[in-house]
């Protein structure tokens, strides 16, 4: 069955760009059938999605989070990436990569990473 | 944006007791709408889609219904597994949003 691993560094300094991965092992990021997105949740509190990446590359993010936001895929790899820049404190949170069949609910999750910014 | 409302915050419910969770949105998302339980530590799992569809896996004891703007999760006889935070999600509009959460805890 497919699986979804997030990977990256778990300190991020304030200013600085988080970078994370996630792998899709057991089945192709190049289905046609899914989207691939990114969703966090800070400590404690509630969960926020951040953006979708299709596997041709077309993407849509969160307005609230546009500005900084980059994801990419690497179907070679079968992986895409989440890139946020200009950190802050209250971009602490665990990130999570999810899948979800032709733009409906996210049926696949990742474990989760936990990013904490702080210098 | 659509804001999605959830209650009540917090369910105080003794084993094998019902408990009903709610969910509003500010705008209708027709059903289009999800439920997830989050254990701590743990990743979100999708419990039901299309406001009413259980997802693969998923026991008959938990059910889901509503349209428009109103949606219920209704678990009717609480296993001591079900102790967890639920959480509704739209996926009507741009961007994806979720509640934010109901714990259910036992009595």
């Known amino acids: 069955q497919v699986q979804l691993q997030e990977s990256g560094p778990g300190l991020v300094k304030p200013s600085q760009t988080l970078s994370l991965t996630c792998t899709v092992s057991g089945g192709s990021i190049s289905s046609g059938d899914y989207y691939w997105s990114w969703i966090r949740q800070p400590p404690g509190k509630g969960l926020e999605w951040i953006g979708y990446?299709?596997?041709?590359?077309?993407?849509y993010y969160n307005p609230s989070l546009k500005s900084r936001v980059t994801i990419s895929v690497d179907t070679s790899k079968n992986q895409f990436s989440l890139k946020l820049s200009s950190v802050t404190a209250a971009d602490t949170a665990v990130y999570y990569c999810?899948?979800?069949?032709?733009?409906?609910?996210?049926?696949?999750w990742g474990q989760g990473t936990m990013v904490t910014v702080s210098s | 944006e659509i804001v999605m409302t959830q209650s009540p915050a917090t369910l105080s419910v003794s084993p094998g007791e019902r408990a009903t969770l709610s969910c509003r949105a500010s705008?209708?998302?027709?059903?289009?709408l999800a439920w997830y339980q989050q254990k701590p530590g743990q990743a979100p799992r999708l419990l039901i889609y299309g406001a009413s569809t259980r997802a693969t896996g998923i026991p008959a004891r938990f059910s889901g219904s509503g349209s428009g703007t109103e949606f219920t999760l209704t678990i009717s006889s609480l296993q001591s597994e079900d102790f967890a935070v639920y959480y509704c999600?739209?996926?009507?509009?741009?961007?994806?949003?979720f509640g934010g959460g109901t714990k259910v805890e036992i009595k």
């Open positions: 999810a899948r979800d069949y032709a733009l409906d609910a996210f049926d696949i």
């Open positions: 990446i299709y596997y041709s590359g077309s993407t």
């Open positions: 999600q739209q996926y009507n509009n741009w961007p994806r949003t």
């Open positions: 705008q209708s998302v027709s059903s289009n």
